[in-house]
Every structure is written in C-alpha cells, then in structure tokens.
T-cell receptor, first 111, second 113 residues
Framework: GQSLEQPSEVTAVEGAIVQINCTYQ??????LSWYQQHDGGAPTFLSY????GLEETGRFSSFLSRSDSYGYLLLQELQMKDSASYFC????????????FGPGTRLSVLP | SQTIHQWPATLVQPVGSPLSLECTVE??????LYWYRQAAGRGLQLLFY??????ISSEVPQNLSASRPQDRQFILSSKKLLLSDSGFYLC????????????FGEGSRLTVL
C-alpha cells in the first residue's frame, strides 16, 4: 500500500522560515510533489522533485532524499498569505497514473 | 495555455437524488483526468482516474460513477446520493506519466441533506 506522513499543524511568525516534512512509503516512486490549499479553495501545484536534492522557486524550496523516503517543503520570508494547508503527494508507477496525497499540514503565520 | 473548469461550484441535494458534476480541460490533448473528494479539514481521496476516452478506473467502491465521453471531459455521477457523499469534489488533470504536476479545477462543494 501507499502512505504519506506529515505534521498536522505548524505555526510560525511573519518573516520566519518554516520546514514541512513528508515521509512516504510506497511500492513505487516517480517523485514527490507539493501543493498549497487555501481555505475554501482548490489545491495549487507548488513543486516537484524527481531526483535527490533541493529545488528552489522563489521563497519556496523543496527537497527530496529517495534513499530516506523523505522530503520537505521550505518556506522562507513567511507572509500572512502563506497561511494555508500544504500537501505532499507521490506518484507511484505501481499505482496506475495516480497521485497519493499526504494528510496535509496546516500552516498558520502569525503577525 | 491549459485551463480546467468544473461545475457547479456549489450544490445542495436531498438524500436519494441524482448527481452530475462536470469537468472540462482546454488547451491540451489526451490528459490524465482525476476526481478527488475532500472531507472538511481532511486530505484528498482519489475516487476515479482516466487515461483516455472510455477508460475509467475506480479506487473506492461507492455509489458514485465516472465517465469520460470526450477526450477533455470528465463527469462524476450518482443515481442516489447518500449523506456521506457530502464533501468538496475536485477534478484534476495531469499532462502525462512522467510528470509530478496535477492541476485542479475550482472544486464543487456538495451538501447532501
């Protein structure tokens, strides 16, 4: 089967740096994706790591270690608008064309 | 550019009534299409996915069904809704096998009373 684990909640202040971790157990693995979802909205794609290492996109960075079945999303210079839920997802080739999502991490950014 | 739309955005239905949610993708061909459901404050549960016209795979046994009558159209249906069908339904598309990007529609919030 497939399972992903994330912390349920994270709180930080404006301007700070926060890291959201994701560990996964899947029978196969193409890569790890991250999505942001604001309350009442649909998830939006943030980043994708297929290979080990760090990918940087503006204030957001994502890291993957395939040997450790672990990744994280790093958010720098936090802003109030970053308050949202963040989901990691794995695309498992042994699971058809499907994306398996983690339970999500609720990030609250305080002034 | 590619866009995805789903409708209706909100609906309130009585138990036992039928359901039809529609999703269309523009600006791409032969996308992989997905229906997810999200209960309040929870993660995303995959319901159906499709890799081509008429090809539907179901992940969760339930009273819902899906159809893909055209390349870029994906429909979620039910003949008789249950209270437990309430939730936020999300259509999504992916450009291919070796990509990690999944793009979601605006979502349809269903309340079954």
């Amino acid at each position: 089967g497939q399972s992903l684990e994330q912390p349920s909640e994270v709180t930080a202040v404006e301007g700070a740096i926060v890291q959201i971790n994701c560990t996964y157990q899947t029978s196969g693995f193409y890569g790890l994706s991250w999505y942001q979802q604001h309350d009442g909205g649909a998830p939006t794609f943030l980043s994708y790591n297929a290979l080990d290492g760090l990918e940087e996109t503006g204030r957001f960075s994502s890291f993957l270690s395939r040997s450790d079945s672990y990744g994280y999303l790093l958010l720098q210079e936090l802003q109030m608008k970053d308050s949202a839920s963040y989901f990691c997802a794995v695309r498992d080739p042994n699971y058809g064309q499907n994306f398996v999502f983690g339970p999500g991490t609720r990030l609250s950014v305080l002034p | 550019s590619q866009t995805i739309h789903q409708w209706p955005a909100t609906l309130v239905q009585p138990v036992g009534s039928p359901l039809s949610l529609e999703c269309t993708v523009e600006g791409t061909s032969n996308p992989n299409l997905y229906w997810y459901r999200q209960a309040a404050g929870r993660g995303l549960q995959l319901l159906f996915y499709s890799v081509g016209i008429g090809q539907i795979s179901s992940e969760v046994p339930q009273n819902l069904s899906a159809s893909r009558p055209q390349d870029r159209q994906f429909i979620l249906s039910s003949k008789k809704l249950l209270l437990s069908d309430s939730g936020f339904y999300l259509c999504a598309w992916s450009p291919g096998v070796l990509t990690g990007e999944l793009f979601f529609g605006e979502g349809s919030r269903l309340t079954v009373l």
